[in-house]
């Protein structure tokens, strides 16, 4: 073995002869392979999660401080998984973000919210769900049709009660795709919510030409409110477009009562965050909502 091969060895390489071209090597790295093949079990893991059924929602709520209603909820997907318990969404999402996979537990988490609207409708509650949709599934040519299709094995449920929240980042990849998807969504009554924005460095061009209904404050300004100014003056900043450009602003991640307060003394009424309620199970909404409605009375501004 020569001094090179000797490198590579050490480093966790190996060199590998081509036999298509007689005299020429290629570095095969087995770090990276190993890799690769990791992400290819926790691919077929996934997939098989997704049809076993192991995938769950939890609904976060989002509530009126000024008023005390819940206005709607946000389904957040968890992985039950048979032997590491309740999985966060960081825990697989990140995965399978570049992967068809995407797509596939998307319009799960799309079909199964609708379902649970339809669920809380026969007993007789109305309950907004908002959605999350990623940059992959956004930017499918049949996006609009596959979100139809979906739509239509739920006959009951009011388009308007479903809201997709989409990344500032992944609206400000291709406005004019992102502009005409959401015009067409609108058209069937679907609306549209900017997610974590602040983050993505919109202009207000950009909000000119995205008909979106509500802008969700990313929780990074929210948390560091009390004590940055710049945090602070970002957040009138955004509060002010949300009402020049008539839209709703939610602020999430709104973790004590101070933040709470100092949000509605800026106009932001709005508000989901562990302050109020945690994701929680469907079956657990209303119970919480009993308790919130009781919290809200005592403490009511």
């Known amino acids: 073995m020569d ?5 590579k060895h050490k480093s966790g390489c190996g060199v590998r002869r ?3 071209r007689k005299n020429r090597y ?3 790295d087995a770090a990276q392979d190993s890799s690769l093949r990791g992400r290819h079990e926790d691919l077929h ?36 998984h048979l032997t590491k318990g309740l999985l966060a969404p960081v825990a697989f999402l990140p995965i399978v973000e570049d992967h068809a996979l995407a797509i596939n537990i998307g319009e799960w988490v799309i079909d199964t919210a609708l379902g649970q609207i339809e669920a809380w409708q ?6 907004p769900v908002s959605v999350n949709v990623g940059a992959r599934q956004l930017q499918q040519a049949n996006f609009v049709a596959r979100l139809s299709t979906l739509l239509a094995r739920h006959p009951d449920v009011n388009p308007a009660d479903l809201t997709l929240e989409i990344l500032e980042t992944s609206a400000l990849k291709d406005i004019p795709y992102a502009s005409r998807v959401i015009e067409e969504c609108h058209q069937m009554g679907v609306t549209f ?3 974590d924005f602040g983050t993505g460095y919109s202009s207000l061009t950009y909000l000119k030409r995205l008909r979106v209904a509500s802008l969700k404050i990313d929780q990074s300004f929210v948390q560091n409110m009390l004590d940055d100014p710049d945090d602070l003056a970002m957040l009138k900043g955004i509060i002010g477009m949300a ?4 839209c709703d602003v939610i602020a999430e991640g709104v973790e004590t009562v101070a933040h709470g ?7 932001c009424d709005l508000v989901q965050g562990y302050c109020f309620a945690r994701p929680m199970p469907a079956q657990d909404l209303p119970s919480w909502v009993v308790d919130w409605a009781s919290e809200w009375g005592k403490n009511r501004p």
């Open 45 to 80: 893991l996934i997939a098989h999660a997704l049809h076993d059924g192991e995938f769950v929602l939890h609904y976060q709520p989002k509530v009126n401080l000024r008023t005390g209603q819940l206005v709607g909820v946000e389904a957040l997907i968890r992985w039950q």
């Open 122 to 127: 026969v007993q007789g509650w109305h309950v």
């Open 243 to 246: 009402s020049a450009f008539k």
């Open 261 to 267: 307060t100092l949000l509605m003394e800026l106009g």
């Open 18 to 20: 081509d036999a298509a």
């Open 193 to 195: 919510a900017l997610d």
């Open 3 to 7: 001094s090179t091969e000797q490198h």
């Open 26 to 28: 290629q570095v095969f």
